[in-house]
């Protein structure tokens, strides 16, 4: 029976940022020409629906339900594949005591990145990519959903004098010759006072 040498085997993970991690660290793909292997069975297949929440490609033939998948964006599941090398075990480390670091950590993003500017000297190249890399797309996300966090504000037409007011609940009205702006936490006596 032949032994398999586990050094030669390939390290395959679906998570995509701590592929970028590597990646942009300088750990090589099994192979350059196929980074990831993207799967689609009937269960995946089964998930994309359509306007009224049925599976799409029920009742298609398997092959021709992947290939029209794939080809129109429809993500099955990948796994990204690099070749095992020295460094790989002590990169992955540094990815997930990053992750585990920014859950537990306190203060402002931009704290973190200075924080990690200053050790630049103290660490080794690829060390400081995973982490860089990490930090980067780890707060991506939060920093994109910033928004769901606000209070909306309404833009209503107004042919009136700009004016702006603050409201005793926190919130304010800006009034333009083009337009009224809201917050959408106004009380109901000034959205009467609005005429809204």
Not at 108 to 121: F, K, N, Y
């Amino acid at each position: 029976m032949k032994q398999i040498d586990i050094q030669q085997e390939p390290f395959n993970t679906t998570d995509a940022i701590l592929a970028y991690c590597l990646h942009m660290a300088g750990v090589e793909w099994q192979n350059p020409h196929e980074a990831a292997k993207v799967f689609y069975s009937i269960d995946i297949l089964n998930k994309f629906t359509n306007g009224s929440g049925e599976p799409f490609y029920r009742g298609w033939e398997l092959e021709r339900a992947v290939e029209h998948a794939h080809k129109h964006g429809k993500r099955g599941h990948v796994e990204y594949v690099f070749k095992r090398t020295e460094r790989l075990p002590l990169l992955v480390k540094v990815f997930h005591d990053q992750v585990e670091y920014l859950r537990k950590a306190e203060g402002v993003a931009h704290e973190v990145v200075q924080e990690l500017i200053a050790q630049r000297d103290k660490l080794a190249a690829d060390v400081f990519s995973v982490r860089l890399c990490c930090i980067m797309l780890k707060l991506r996300a939060e920093f994109m959903d910033i928004w769901r966090h606000q209070v909306p504000v309404v833009i209503i037409p107004n042919p009136g004098l700009v004016r702006r007011r603050e409201l005793p609940e926190g919130g304010h009205i800006i009034e333009t010759p083009g337009f009224r702006a809201i917050s959408l936490n106004a009380s109901k006596e000034t959205r009467e006072h609005l005429g809204l």
